[in-house]
């Protein structure tokens, strides 16, 4: 099992609708939870950060997490063809001193 | 303004040769790290290191070496012995602790040729 997981889409979303991307994680003593958007051909930038239980909004992205369940969640709401981009799931084990990534989900949005 | 440069931005490598990646921080960040993305892929680690003089192999490490002789500075080399070596390149940095995600570069992507 891989320990961070993502589908690696495409994902399909109308403009103007919200786009949710999901990420599962295996280790239980995980502690900090990253969302990082990558344009093509670009690098990535952190968008988001989760520490815990719950949801925490910053604009039109609303973190969600969930430890009991080992899931992370990423919803953009009123998605903007801008929002067309790759974003990479992130998590930092407790002791661990560099941040394992998901493989990433393309997203689309379409006018 | 504080950020991560990397340089070259493009770089080309013919067979058998060695070839020098940079990457620059002036965020005083402790920690540093280098990725490789292959096209459709996540990121793979190479190496990192979490202070000055010292650094430890990641995922991928065969194949490249690097050095930490001052804060700012983490270059990577891509040696002949990386057999498959084409790809986009990404150099982090980072407060160390949990609490903290990564700042990345721009990144440099080689091909050879």
């Known amino acids: 099992q891989k320990e961070v997981e993502q589908n690696s889409g495409p994902l399909s979303v109308p403009e103007g609708a919200i786009a949710s991307l999901n990420c599962t994680y295996s280790d239980r003593v995980s502690q900090s939870f990253f969302w990082y958007r990558q344009y093509s051909g670009k690098s990535p930038e952190l968008i988001m950060s989760i520490y815990s239980n719950g949801d925490k909004e910053d604009g039109r992205f609303t973190a969600q997490l969930n430890k009991a369940s080992q899931y992370v969640s990423l919803l953009i709401r009123d998605s903007q063809p801008s929002d067309s981009a790759t974003y990479l799931c992130?998590?930092?084990?407790?002791?661990?001193?560099?941040?394992?990534f998901g493989q990433g989900t393309r997203l689309t949005i379409n006018p | 303004d504080g950020g991560i440069t990397q340089s070259p931005k493009y770089l080309f490598r013919k067979e058998g040769q060695n070839v020098t990646l940079s990457c620059e921080q002036n965020l005083n960040h402790d920690a540093m790290y280098w990725y490789r993305q292959d096209p459709g892929q996540g990121l793979r680690l190479i190496y990192y290191?979490?202070?000055?003089?010292?650094?430890q192999k990641g995922d991928i490490a065969e194949g490249y070496s690097v050095s930490r002789e001052k804060k700012e500075s983490f270059p990577l080399t891509v040696t002949s012995a990386q057999k498959n070596p084409t790809a986009f390149y990404l150099c982090?940095?980072?407060?160390?602790?949990?609490?903290?995600?990564?700042?990345f570069g721009s990144g440099t992507r080689l091909t050879v040729v």
């Open positions: 982090a940095s980072s407060i160390p602790g949990t609490g903290y995600g990564y700042t």
């Open positions: 992130a998590v930092r084990i407790q002791g661990a001193q560099k941040l394992v």
């Open positions: 290191s979490q202070i000055v003089n010292d650094f």
